[in-house]
């Protein structure tokens, strides 16, 4: 593998509409741990069972347990050209794990796109998803919570990716196309560095 982009922000930002774009747009697999992990309950594997009670309470799904799941998913054929992490790493631990299973495979985090919104915004949001998608894990209780943790435990990774020169910060409380824009520009600008 290549190269990965990470995705980064608060619940409800953005960043699986953005990851999806740039996946389409790039041809590169987009990887959301959370989508793999309601798709371990729905088919209720023996990971789903443990994660199911951890995501609907609003906590963080242990790292080995995400670890095992992303370092399956990597080895698939669709992996070779990089990755699109969307949600992953939400921990500085998680950010570790994922360097050492990007090493394994000769890659490495090339671009780490934070997409910043504000609280009250991300809210309304969520509660709106959660009414269109019919998400039991959106409920007014469960994104305070979702929020407190993302402070408390993924926010930190702006300054480790800050201080390794890869992060770009992204206005999210815009269009989906402004910000999708500013997302393929950044992309853009990090790939010309590399040439």
Same mark, same amino acid.
């Given at each position: 593998?290549? *190269?990965?982009?990470? @995705? @980064?922000?608060?619940?409800? *930002? ?19 741990? +959370?989508? /793999?992990?309601? +798709?371990?309950?729905?088919? %209720? ?10 995501? #609907?309470? %609003?906590? /963080? ?10 370092? #399956?998913?990597?080895?698939? !054929?669709?992996?070779? *050209?990089?990755?699109? @992490?969307?949600?992953? !790493? =939400?921990?500085?631990?998680? $950010? =570790? *794990? ?15 796109? @934070? ?18 998608? %019919? ?20 926010? !930190? ?19 989906? #196309? ?12 990090? =790939? $010309?560095?590399?040439?």
């Amino acid at each position: 593998m290549p *190269s990965a982009i990470v @995705f @980064f922000g608060p619940p409800g *930002s953005g960043k699986g509409t953005q990851a999806s774009r740039l996946a389409a747009s790039a041809g590169i697999l987009q990887i959301s741990t +959370g989508d /793999l992990l309601r +798709g371990h309950v729905a088919r %209720g594997t023996a990971l789903g069972a443990i994660a199911k009670p951890i995501m #609907e309470s %609003g906590a /963080l799904v242990p790292d080995d347990l995400v670890t095992r799941m992303l370092k #399956e998913r990597l080895a698939g !054929p669709d992996a070779k *050209s990089g990755a699109i @992490f969307d949600g992953y !790493p =939400r921990t500085v631990a998680q $950010a =570790r *794990s994922l360097e050492t299973l990007l090493k394994e495979t000769g890659g490495r985090v090339d671009n780490v796109l @934070f997409i910043d919104v504000p609280d009250a915004i991300l809210v309304d949001r969520l509660l709106k998803r959660a009414t269109l998608e %019919g998400r039991s894990d959106d409920t007014k209780e469960t994104i305070a919570e979702r929020l407190r943790v993302y402070r408390e435990k993924t926010a !930190p990774l702006a300054d480790l990716y800050a201080s390794a020169g890869v992060l770009v910060t992204i206005d999210g409380d815009r269009s989906v #196309e402004a910000v999708a824009a500013d997302v393929e520009s950044a992309v853009a600008r990090r =790939r $010309a560095v590399k040439a």
